[in-house]
C-alpha cells in the first residue's frame, strides 16, 4: 500500500516512459493487487501511452478530455478548487480502467488521466493554499491523498499500490504530488547536468543544501512547520543508457557512479530521507550495499522502446519481430528487447 512519485527536476530524464513500462510490469506480476497510476503532469505523455500510444492513445485522450463529467485529474482539481477545505468524497469516479482502452495493459491497473487544464488551475490552487483558514496549505496539499483515499475505499480497501507521474517543474501540482506520496523515484539521464538535477531534487524536498543557511523552499519549510510526512527516496535510476560499445557503456556508467557517490554522501549524513527496502532487510553498512539496494539503471532500448511507447505495448509483453508503426513496417529485433526487460523486471521486483 505504498505511493511512489516518480520525480525529478530536470525534464526528460524517463519519468513518464518508466512510469508507463514499470506500472505495467508492476501490475502483470502482482495481478492480486490494484495498481493505481495518478498522472500529474499537464503533457499527459504516461496517459497517452498507458492509453494505446501516438494514434489510439492520443484519440483517447481526446475523448476523455472532451467528456462531460471530464473525469481527468483536472476534472478532480477542478472539484476542489470550488471545495477546497471540505473534502467532497467525489474522487472514485475519477479513475479509469486502463485494459478497457489498451488491451496489453494488465486489468487490474487504473489511471487517473493527466490533463493539460492543470496548467491552467495552478494559479487557483495557489491561492486555495495561500491564505483562507491557518492551515489552507496543509489541507490543499492534501488534495491528492483525499483523491487516493476515494478510489481505494472504492475498492473496498483491496490491496493496491500507486504510482504518480510529475512534471518537472517545482510546481503546485508537483507539490501535491510530493505530499501524497510516501516513497520517490528519482530517474535520471547520464549527462553532465544530471548531477545538479539531483541535488535540486534534495534541496526542493528535504532541505539538504550545500552551504548553511541557503534559503529554503516553501515546500520543505511547510512540510515541516504543518508535519506533513516528505516522501523518502526509494531508488534512484540511471536512465536511458546506451550502449553503442564497451567504452560508451564505461562512460554512462560512471556518470551513474557519479551520482551514486553525492547520494550515498547524502545517506551517511541523512539515513533517515531514505526508505531501507524491502521492508526488514537489515540498513546498507558499505557504499556498495547502499548501491545495491537504492540505485538503478535502465538501458535504452532503441527501437523497441520507441515502438512500446508508440503502440502503449509494455516491453516486457512486447515480442520480437515486424510490426506497424505509424503506417510503417519496423522491426524489433531480440537483442533490443533483452536490454532493457530484464531492467524493468528488476525495478518492478524490487518496488513493494
Ligand atoms: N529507457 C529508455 N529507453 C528508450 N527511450 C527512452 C527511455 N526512457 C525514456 N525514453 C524516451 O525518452 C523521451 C523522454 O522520456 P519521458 O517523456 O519519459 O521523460 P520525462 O522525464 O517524463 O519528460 P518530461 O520532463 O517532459 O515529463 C521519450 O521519448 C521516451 O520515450
Ligand atoms: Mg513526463
Same mark, same amino acid.
Given at each position: 500500500?505504498?505511493?511512489?512519485?516518480?520525480? &525529478?527536476n530536470?525534464g526528460?530524464?524517463g519519468?513518464?516512459?518508466?512510469?508507463?513500462?514499470?506500472?505495467?510490469?508492476?501490475?502483470?506480476?502482482h495481478?492480486?493487487?490494484?495498481?493505481?497510476?495518478?498522472?500529474?503532469?499537464?503533457?499527459?505523455?504516461?496517459?497517452?501511452?498507458?492509453?494505446?500510444?501516438?494514434?489510439?492513445?492520443? /484519440? &483517447?485522450?481526446?475523448?476523455?478530455?472532451?467528456?462531460?463529467?471530464r473525469?481527468?485529474? #483536472?476534472?478532480?482539481?477542478?472539484?476542489?478548487i470550488?471545495?477546497?477545505?471540505?473534502?467532497?468524497?467525489?474522487g472514485?469516479?475519477?479513475a479509469?480502467? %486502463?485494459?478497457?482502452?489498451?488491451?496489453p495493459?494488465p486489468?487490474?491497473?487504473?489511471?487517473?488521466?493527466?490533463d493539460?487544464?492543470?496548467?491552467?488551475?495552478? #494559479?487557483?490552487?495557489?491561492?486555495?493554499?495561500?491564505?483562507?483558514?491557518?492551515?489552507?496549505?496543509?489541507? %490543499?496539499?492534501t488534495?491528492?491523498s483525499?483523491?487516493?483515499?476515494?478510489?481505494?475505499?472504492?475498492?473496498? &480497501?483491496a490491496?493496491?499500490?500507486?504510482?504518480?507521474?510529475?512534471?518537472?517543474?517545482?510546481?503546485?501540482?508537483?507539490?501535491?504530488?510530493?505530499?501524497?506520496?510516501?516513497?520517490?523515484?528519482?530517474?535520471?539521464?547520464?549527462?553532465?547536468?544530471?548531477?545538479?538535477a %539531483?541535488?535540486?531534487?534534495? /534541496?526542493?524536498?528535504?532541505?539538504?543544501?550545500?552551504?548553511?543557511?541557503?534559503?529554503?523552499?516553501?515546500?520543505?519549510?511547510?512540510?515541516?512547520?504543518?508535519?506533513? /510526512?516528505?516522501?523518502?527516496?526509494?531508488m534512484?535510476?540511471?536512465?536511458?543508457?546506451?550502449?553503442?560499445n564497451?567504452?560508451s557503456?564505461?562512460?554512462?556508467?560512471?556518470?551513474?557512479?557519479?551520482?551514486?557517490?553525492?547520494?550515498? /554522501?547524502?545517506?551517511?549524513t541523512?539515513?533517515?530521507?531514505?526508505?531501507?527496502?524491502?521492508?526488514?532487510?537489515?540498513?546498507?553498512?558499505s557504499?556498495?550495499?547502499?548501491?545495491?539496494?537504492?540505485?538503478?539503471?535502465v538501458?535504452?532500448?532503441?527501437?523497441?522502446?520507441?515502438?512500446?511507447?508508440?503502440?502503449?505495448?509494455?516491453i #516486457?509483453?512486447? #515480442?520480437?519481430?515486424?510490426?506497424?508503426?505509424?503506417?510503417?513496417?519496423?522491426?524489433?529485433?531480440?537483442?533490443?528487447?533483452?536490454?532493457?526487460?530484464?531492467?524493468?523486471?528488476?525495478?518492478?521486483?524490487?518496488?513493494?
Amino acid at each position: 500500500m505504498s505511493i511512489y512519485s516518480i520525480w &525529478n527536476n530536470k525534464g526528460g530524464v524517463g519519468k513518464s516512459y518508466l512510469t508507463f513500462q514499470v506500472a505495467a510490469e508492476y501490475a502483470r506480476i502482482h495481478p492480486e493487487k490494484r495498481v493505481l497510476v495518478i498522472d500529474l503532469c499537464p503533457q499527459a505523455n504516461s496517459s497517452s501511452m498507458l492509453l494505446g500510444g501516438m494514434q489510439a492513445g492520443e /484519440a &483517447n485522450l481526446n475523448r476523455i478530455h472532451l467528456g462531460v463529467p471530464r473525469l481527468t485529474v #483536472s476534472g478532480y482539481i477542478e472539484e476542489r478548487i470550488f471545495s477546497p477545505y471540505v473534502n467532497p468524497k467525489s474522487g472514485a469516479r475519477f479513475a479509469l480502467q %486502463v485494459h478497457q482502452f489498451n488491451f496489453p495493459v494488465p486489468s487490474n491497473l487504473f489511471l487517473v488521466v493527466g490533463d493539460e487544464q492543470l496548467e491552467i488551475q495552478a #494559479s487557483r490552487v495557489n491561492a486555495a493554499a495561500f491564505p483562507g483558514p491557518q492551515d489552507a496549505w496543509r489541507i %490543499v496539499h492534501t488534495w491528492i491523498s483525499d483523491l487516493i483515499q476515494d478510489i481505494v475505499t472504492s475498492w473496498d &480497501n483491496a490491496d493496491h499500490t500507486v504510482f504518480i507521474d510529475c512534471n518537472p517543474s517545482f510546481s503546485i501540482y508537483t507539490e501535491l504530488a510530493l505530499s501524497a506520496s510516501d516513497r520517490l523515484i528519482v530517474p535520471f539521464s547520464a549527462d553532465g547536468s544530471s548531477k545538479r538535477a %539531483v541535488r535540486a531534487v534534495l /534541496a526542493l524536498i528535504y532541505g539538504v543544501t550545500r552551504q548553511p543557511g541557503q534559503q529554503q523552499s516553501e515546500f520543505h519549510t511547510n512540510s515541516q512547520r504543518f508535519r506533513m /510526512a516528505q516522501p523518502t527516496l526509494y531508488m534512484y535510476v540511471g536512465n536511458r543508457l546506451t550502449q553503442y560499445n564497451q567504452a560508451s557503456g564505461a562512460a554512462f556508467k560512471s556518470v551513474v557512479n557519479e551520482i551514486g557517490e553525492e547520494i550515498f /554522501a547524502v545517506w551517511q549524513t541523512n539515513s533517515n530521507l531514505f526508505c531501507v527496502h524491502p521492508s526488514g532487510a537489515p540498513a546498507p553498512t558499505s557504499k556498495r550495499a547502499f548501491k545495491q539496494m537504492f540505485q538503478y539503471e535502465v538501458n535504452d532500448a532503441n527501437t523497441a522502446s520507441v515502438v512500446s511507447g508508440t503502440l502503449g505495448v509494455p516491453i #516486457s509483453g512486447l #515480442s520480437s519481430g515486424r510490426t506497424q508503426v505509424l503506417g510503417k513496417d519496423v522491426v524489433v529485433n531480440q537483442s533490443q528487447l533483452d536490454k532493457q526487460v530484464p531492467n524493468i523486471r528488476e525495478l518492478a521486483a524490487a518496488i513493494e
